[in-house]
């Protein structure tokens, strides 16, 4: 796709990296954890300081600043005419989360305004830049949520009501922390969105390449599976009398992973969380509680991995003894990005010197949200030994920098797209 003019007049145009380093940094300061990381689960007091900062860096630049009913923070910078091209992440994290994952989208897109504020250069159309609540589903099920009501994918009133994991509900702790916002969901719609994340896996780095055009994203399959057996005396009980919660727990796990092996391909599984009750020492559960986590770039394949893990839930409740109930916490399908916006991160990356790969997206993001309302793409930056969801998470400067620059590039490049022309 060509470039345009517009863009063709600015090409030796470039962030100010120290600005963006900063500004990770000082983030970064707002609930940091051992080894440098941070834990800012989603509308906490933590994610509450995290959001004032940020917004705040929105008002020096004079953005307006609207914040919606999910607590959704959009700024745009109002020049042209038209839809905005939209940038963006979140700033939320797990709670072993690093300083990287999603604020480093959010302040490079911050960065690429003020760097054209800063050259005096106008695009054709409005620049915003996003944070959308909850990405990381790690207190509010199910991740991306404020993406996806922002494009009205749930409703606000369904969401509003999510409980959290330490029992709080969503509605309430957006008022308590003030980010109840006056506009209205679904949100408006971007003229094309394109997000910058670190990769969050260890491809480019194996590959000794820069920078990754994401081509798609996983689909993804969240369920929680409680089983109840009968809580006993750990040694009077005889192993052929049990109805073990905690051994079928095992079994599950054991499960999925050797379903992920049989697959293959792109099929991963994960248990994630277990818990016990009464979780003793000396005595037979009661209870388990695991999540499943599924996910596949094929939705045909991701099926057949439900199905089975349906099937295996059934047979070994019956062999058991037990009763196993499942509840659905997400389900996204396999999401592929316009290939406009995938030729334009290629593009752009060979032109400023980088080595660039097209790849699937293996986690999640706001972007597959916002693909299904406008052009949409994303630009992977390298994860050292592929960390991420961990203090020790980290990306060479020089890696950011080049990844800030080609966000900007492709953000005015996009403010000149033909959304006619496919």
Not at 170 to 187: H, K, M, Q, W
Not at 320 to 344: C, M, N, Q
Not at 353 to 378: I, K, T
Request: overall charge negative; charged content about 25%; some cysteine.
């Amino acid at each position: 796709m060509p470039v345009g003019d517009f863009r063709n007049k600015h090409l030796d145009l470039k962030i100010n990296s120290r600005r963006l380093h900063e500004r990770i940094n000082a983030l970064a300061e707002v609930s940091p954890i051992e080894g440098g990381g941070n834990c800012r689960l989603a509308l906490t007091d933590e994610d509450k300081d995290g959001r004032d900062l940020v917004v705040a860096w929105m008002r020096e630049l004079d953005l307006e600043v609207t914040i919606d009913a999910i607590g959704n923070i959009i700024g745009t910078w109002n020049v042209g005419s038209g839809q905005s091209v939209m940038s963006g992440s979140h700033i939320d994290t797990v709670r072993t989360g690093g300083r990287f994952d999603g604020c480093y989208g959010v302040l490079a897109a911050l960065e690429a305004i003020e760097t054209c504020k800063d050259a005096n250069v106008i695009p054709p159309r409005p620049l915003a830049v996003g944070i959308f609540t909850d990405e990381e589903g790690a207190r509010f099920a199910p991740d991306m949520l404020g993406s996806l009501v922002y494009v009205g994918g749930m409703s606000t009133e369904q969401a509003l009501d999510v409980v959290a994991i330490d029992g709080a509900k969503l509605g309430d702790e957006l008022v308590r922390i003030g980010y109840a916002g006056p506009t209205p969901c679904p949100g408006a719609v971007p003229h094309a969105f394109v997000e910058l994340h670190i990769e969050q896996g260890p491809m480019l780095e194996a590959n000794d390449v820069r920078i990754g055009a994401v081509t798609s994203v996983q689909g993804i399959s969240w369920q929680e599976v409680t089983i109840h057996g009968q809580s006993n005396h750990a040694g009077t009980t005889p192993m052929s009398l049990r109805h073990d919660p905690a051994y079928v727990a095992a079994e599950i796990t054991v499960f999925l992973r050797n379903l992920a092996k049989d697959l293959g391909g792109d099929q991963v599984c994960t248990v994630g969380k277990i818990d016990l009750h009464p979780n003793l020492t000396n005595v037979v559960p009661a209870r388990a509680t695991l999540t499943l986590d599924v996910r596949n770039t094929d939705e045909k394949l991701l099926k057949i991995a439900e199905s089975k893990i349906k099937d295996f839930l059934a047979q070994i409740a019956i062999s058991e003894g037990v009763e196993i109930k499942t509840r659905e916490l997400a389900r996204f399908e396999p999401v592929v990005f316009d290939d406009r916006v995938i030729d334009l991160v290629e593009e752009i990356a060979k032109e400023q010197n980088n080595s660039v790969q097209r790849m699937p997206s293996g986690a999640g993001h706001d972007a597959q949200m916002l693909a299904r309302v406008c052009p949409a793409g994303m630009i992977f930056v390298p994860s050292v030994k592929g960390i991420s969801h961990n203090a020790a998470e980290f990306t060479e400067e020089a890696d950011l920098n080049a990844g800030a620059n080609i966000l900007l590039h492709t953000m005015l490049a996009l403010t000149t797209l033909d959304s006619t022309d496919k």
